[in-house]
């Protein structure tokens, strides 16, 4: 079976004239936005695998690049928590008519939850993968923190890119003014948190923590056993696509 082509990078300017770069499939809505991890892009291949499912389905479907990411201009040591945010809302204002399915993988998920809370009136589901909300609290040592309060910023080694993993002190500090997991998060709309249980980078406790915050009722967490963080071996993305669809089917 031939694959879809992806659609043509269409580029979006902010109000600072920063282009960022999308990919929007025309098709059937709710239009499906993903939202990628920290230092991902719309070119990982859960974005790309559901995009295709979208064209056989002649689904609506975006995959955008926030700033400094990807095929998006500007510096990724620029972006914080609260930028990416409004790149997020600023292509669901500008490019999106009418509802809007959240998948947002790792960062993404915690960016899932605040464009939710944001355009509660837009938003009809959020599918979250390995979500990771508050991460600048529970991901940080003490020591990171003096680390990042001294120097600005921390760089590591990055077991997915030969990039340093970089976290600056704006993202960190914009982060923590928007963290979410100590009250109730106030969105009423069906939300699917998949986690794997061998997930080394977000414990798969987040999930169930977000679950037990979230004020929807139609709320299910999807556990997978020996599941890493990224999810994207076939059955994991498998199981992401009939996610999305159950989602999508029961609007």
Known sequence: MMMPDSPPITLLARPDGLRLACRPRPGEGPTILFLPGYMSDMEGSKAVALDQWAARQGRAMIRIDY???????????DGTLASWRDDVLLVVDALIEGPVLLVGSSMGGWLALLVALARPDRVVGIVGIAAAPDFTEWGFTDADKALLATEGRIEEPSAY???PYVTT?????SGQALRMLEGEIAIDRPVRLL?????????WAIAVQTAAQLRSSDVQTLLIK???????????IALLIRTVASLLDSH
Do not use: K, M
């Open 195 to 203: 986690h794997g249980q061998a997930d080394a980078d977000v414990p």
């Open 67 to 77: 700033s400094g990411n990807g095929s998006s201009e500007g510096r990724f040591a």
């Open 161 to 163: 890119s030969d990039d």
């Open 226 to 236: 020996d599941g890493d963080h990224r999810l994207s071996r076939d059955g994991d």
């Open 169 to 173: 002190l704006a993202f960190w500090q």
